[in-house]
């Protein structure tokens, strides 16, 4: 397994995901990685188990912007990423949001197709995040 950190992923995943779409599509997706990196780094930590959010805590003593994105990894990035697609994460813009569930929907697979996270202890959170999207999904057309 790849022992990369949350920002290599999030770079990785959004490069791939906005290769050659549509500038607004891109700018979208640019939006949605903005809004899940300022997530992270200020709501991250209470998702984290204890010896995570010390580690967490250490690091941004010494150095706080994006200490989330330096110091943890997938495992932890896939288990933010229902509560990500819960109603105060959600973009306020409707085609924003759907980018945001659909995005959030993807990179947990994306995750799990690229051997980032182990699929058999992580497919709860797998699952948890596909249960998440469909109330987001549900709730943005209504």
Not at 87 to 95: A, E, Q, R, S, Y
Request: include cysteine; glycine fraction near 4%; hydrophobic fraction near 45%.
């Amino acid at each position: 397994m790849d022992d990369a950190n949350v920002d290599t992923i999030l770079k990785r995943f959004f490069a791939a995901s906005g290769h050659g779409r549509h500038p607004e599509t891109q700018l979208r997706y640019a939006r949605v990685q903005r809004q899940l990196r300022l997530f992270l780094e200020k709501d991250g930590i209470s998702l984290l188990s204890a010896p995570s959010a010390q580690l967490l805590g250490l690091e941004a003593q010494f150095q706080p912007d994006s200490a989330y994105a330096r110091v943890l990894g997938a495992e932890e990035l896939l288990h933010a990423l229902p509560t990500f697609l819960t109603g105060p994460h959600l973009l306020p813009d409707f085609h924003d949001r759907l980018a945001q569930i659909s995005l959030a929907s993807r990179l947990a697979q994306w995750l799990c197709s690229r051997q980032l996270v182990e699929r058999t202890s992580s497919w709860e959170d797998v699952v948890l995040t596909r249960a998440a999207a469909e109330r987001a999904r549900r709730s943005a057309v209504t």
